[in-house]
């Protein structure tokens, strides 16, 4: 029985998170993406603390499918070095 898991991301656009969301599910990486936001992150980057309203996309897919849904994640998405974790 294959092993599910929930990848997540956060963005910076609405449109970003819905691109992200049917780019995983038209390449049947992700049986669904649910797309929340918008949120406040706050952080450092680049020596300086920086407040942003981002999007969380929330990927349910197969465990074996992982890297291929971190590659497509980074394929579209726009940051730097986005964040993407896996949650078992």
Known sequence: MPEFIQVTTAINSKDG????????????LA??????????????WQG?????EEWTCSAKTRKELYADVEQAIREVHPYDEPEIKEDG
């Open 31 to 44: 049986a669904c993406v649910h797309v929340a936001g918008p949120i406040t992150s706050t952080y450092w």
């Open 48 to 52: 300086k603390m920086e407040i942003e």
């Open 17 to 28: 998170a819905q691109k992200i969301a049917q780019t995983l599910v038209e390449r049947r």
